[in-house]
């Protein structure tokens, strides 16, 4: 099965050594996104903010594989506070639909450019 390559403008440029996401048939693996604007690549300012950011850079990249959040069978939340699980709940919900995709939320000493959550997604299209 070949893969494909998917990038997009409307979700920060990879800051490393992957792709933004690899669509392989109908899955689609979506790789972590922190709370970095796509325009200026710059963190944006407090949790709130950042679990805003990460998640509309999630559904760019699953609008850009031609599906929505509504595809996510699988996230993971990374979070160097577990005291903002509630918070990553709350706004997730305004995201992603019902029924909601498999989650795991793990605590981090530290991510990339001192961000403060981290998510990863992979979605099935149908």
Known sequence: MAKTILSTAGAPSAIGTYSQAVRCGDTVYCSGQIGLDPATMALADGIDAQIHRVFANLKALADAAGGSLADAVKVTIYLV??????????????????????????????????????ADAILVLA
């Open 81 to 118: 506070d577990l005291g903002h699980f509630a918070k990553v709940n709350e706004i997730m919900a305004q995201y992603f639909p019902q029924p909601f995709p498999s989650r795991a939320a793990v605590g981090v000493a530290a991510l990339p450019r001192g961000a403060l959550v981290e």
